[in-house]
């Protein structure tokens, strides 16, 4: 295996959206925006962050047991959709009470559904999708059903039923919304986008069956969980695969890469190709606001990255693995999460640890989501 | 390692003999070739659909990428069914497991295994 310093990205990302453009926007919107940080921790709780003070204003008691922890927050930021129950239900918060504002239950007695990560809000905040994954329960025998995507109204409020369902592909994993085409993005074996209103779909970003031949490259490995990028709107999804130079299965000549799919949430432009050498694990890439060819990764490490130049630049050993990282639209801070109870906070300059906030619980596979709130 | 493994069943399942309704149709599938191809971690999609190494060893064939330690990752194997081999399921089979232990880090002893029923 080749883990080369020199790596050249053959089809860069990040073109599309200039540094200025995105500091532009950003700074307008900052001042205005009081921003929260939202995690779930075992044995079921909804956390409320203050990213001033990076102290928590609440904790809410999510009915059921623990699910995936996931959230989706609302597009004002004041309502956190919350997947509990063994991944079935979901539950709406408003964040500044814990008040309970919505609900709805996938399940029925003959009727397992399960939605794996798989949630999110339109941009209007008035519909709620989830990829539902049916097992009829048979007295003897258990029998999958076609996945569906179900779109819930939020505003039908407690125990809310579908008003729409459409039939998608199995394995489905983390859902996005692109504003200009009012499609919701499937996350699955390929990148597709969905019309929540008539159920067409299509393709954005093969993966699984990219064009290319099995002699020069191994099909992709994506990664789709916790949804990452709302703080500068988003939807971003690494993938990893391996460039055979020779003969394939020499590792001698092989490269091994990471690449990304990324999309523009606001405009659907999607860009998808290798950006670094593949040197390390990281569960998720996150784009800084203020420069799109600088990317961060967390797991055992949190590290930075030009994905333009196809370099690592900085690295900074956790103490332990985390699975989630995040961020503020305006680049101040870094929240690395998940796995266990603590969050820890980094400057994005220096990598280095400036703060932690201890919750009451393991945050497991759960979501850590920035909601904004406009004053 | 994955495809490894599925040719291996497959080699060795010509040497079985169906036993009962479910063992048959899987026997028809194979000789059919509709048996689908394992497909390695392409998607997180719950239990047992991820074919992963495990904790045993990382894609670098050392340990310095495996979760650490193994108590941070405990409950995300759990709840995703990410390995229901090695730790107790909640996404399905057992939704209480450990639900005492909000941090397993801290409380790791109280961390209870799993044993079959009848037992």
Redesign the interface.
């Known amino acids: 295996?080749k883990l080369s310093k020199s790596f050249k990205p053959a089809r860069l990302l990040g073109t599309a959206m200039t540094s200025l453009a995105l500091l532009g926007t950003g700074l307008s919107a900052q001042a205005a925006t009081d921003e929260y940080l939202l995690t779930v921790?075992?044995?079921n709780q909804l956390h409320v962050i203050d990213t001033k003070t990076d102290k928590l204003l609440r904790s809410c008691d999510v009915p059921g047991?623990?699910?995936?922890?996931g959230v989706a927050p609302s597009p004002d930021g004041k309502i956190a959709y919350v997947m509990t129950n063994?991944?079935e239900d979901v539950v709406g918060f408003d964040i500044s009470n814990c008040k309970i504002v919505f609900s709805m239950s996938q399940s029925t007695p003959k009727e397992?559904v399960?939605s794996?990560?798989s949630m999110a809000i339109s941009a209007d905040g008035k519909e709620l999708y989830t990829v539902q994954?049916p097992v009829t329960l048979h007295k003897d025998h258990f029998e999958t059903q076609q996945p569906r995507l179900a779109v819930y109204n939020t505003a039908d409020g407690m125990d809310a039923k579908p008003v729409r369902t459409f039939p998608v592909d199995?394995?489905?994993?983390k859902l996005g919304y692109i504003e200009a085409t009012n499609e919701v993005i499937l996350?699955?074996?390929d990148v597709k986008a969905i019309n929540a209103k008539t159920g067409k779909i299509r393709t954005l970003a093969k993966?699984?069956n990219w064009d290319r031949s099995p002699e020069g490259w191994v099909p992709p490995?994506?990664?789709?969980?916790h949804t990452i990028g709302e703080h500068i709107g988003e939807y971003i999804m690494p993938y990893f695969t391996i460039k055979w130079n020779g003969a394939p299965g020499d590792m001698e000549k092989a490269e091994?890469l990471w690449g990304m799919t990324r999309i523009d949430t606001k405009t659907g432009e999607l860009t998808s190709g290798e950006v670094l050498p593949?040197e390390?694990?990281v569960f998720n890439w996150l784009t800084d606001p203020n420069d799109s060819d600088i990317v961060y990764g967390a797991?055992?490490t949190l590290s930075k990255h030009n994905i333009k130049e196809g370099k690592t630049l900085k690295v900074h050993n956790m103490p332990?693995?985390?699975?989630n990282i995040n961020m503020l639209q305006d680049g101040s801070k870094i929240y690395v999460g998940?796995?266990?109870?603590d969050i820890s906070v980094h400057d994005p300059e220096t990598l280095e640890k400036i703060g932690s906030i201890q919750l009451?619980?393991?945050m497991?596979?759960s979501d850590m989501r920035i909601a904004k709130v406009q004053r | 390692m994955h495809m490894y493994l599925h040719e291996e069943v497959l080699k060795q399942m010509k040497h079985l003999k169906s036993f009962n309704k479910k063992a048959k149709m899987l026997d028809a599938a194979v000789s059919q070739g509709d048996v689908e191809e394992v497909?390695?971690?392409?998607?997180?999609?719950?239990c047992t659909?991820v074919n992963d190494p495990g904790w045993e060893v990382?894609?670098?064939g050392g340990l310095?990428?495996l979760?650490?330690?193994m108590?941070?990752?405990l409950?995300?194997c759990?709840?995703?069914c990410w390995w229901p081999a090695q730790v107790p399921d909640?996404?399905?089979s057992h939704?209480?497991w450990s639900?005492?232990v909000?941090?397993?880090?801290?409380d790791w002893r109280k961390i209870d295994a799993i044993f079959p029923e009848s037992e």
């Open positions: 295996m921790t075992r044995p047991t623990f699910g995936n922890g063994k991944w397992q399960k794996i990560i994954n199995r394995r489905i994993t996350g699955g074996g993966l699984q490995d994506a990664f789709q969980m091994f593949f390390f694990i797991f055992n332990h693995t985390y699975y998940g796995t266990s109870s009451s619980g393991d497991s596979t | 497909v390695a971690m392409q998607s997180v999609v719950g659909s990382d894609p670098f310095g990428s979760c650490q330690p108590e941070s990752d409950y995300g759990a709840d995703a909640t996404m399905s939704p209480n639900q005492d909000a941090k397993a880090d801290e």
